[in-house]
């Protein structure tokens, strides 16, 4: 004779603190419980570490982006001082391709050319 099994899953009630069995017809048995095509354990935990992947591979682009840009804003004072070295000892040089390094001094202090 086949046993009809209900499906052992929690189901939260209408208040934090309250929950109560499923109750639904079991579908599926995993390690002696019964669980039914929502509650069952295996789809679950899969579902979730998809949820969890998507989410860490998003978290991990972010920081790399968090990363490049701090990256680049530590090294504009290197690159400010750079420019101003050589505005400072070569004028001349900086007259060729349109003045650019004065141009970026500029741009990089909010000053009008």
């Not at 208040?15 to 390690?31: M, P, Q, V």
């Not at 070295?85 to 050319?113: F, V």
Request: one cysteine or more; a positive charge; charged letters at 30%.
């Amino acid at each position: 004779m086949n046993t009809l099994h209900k499906c052992c899953g929690r189901v939260s009630g209408g208040s934090f603190y309250t929950s109560s069995l499923c109750g639904r017809n079991a579908k599926f048995e995993r390690d002696g419980k019964h669980f039914c095509g929502t509650h069952d354990p295996v789809p679950k935990q899969a579902k979730a570490e998809a949820k969890y992947l998507a989410w860490r591979a998003e978290s991990d682009a972010k920081r790399a982006a968090q990363l490049e840009t701090q990256r680049r804003v530590d090294l504009f004072p290197v690159l400010l001082e750079a420019l101003r070295d050589i505005a400072k000892n070569d004028p001349h040089r900086l007259m060729t391709s349109g003045d650019i390094a004065r141009e970026a001094i500029a741009k990089a202090t909010g000053e009008a050319l």
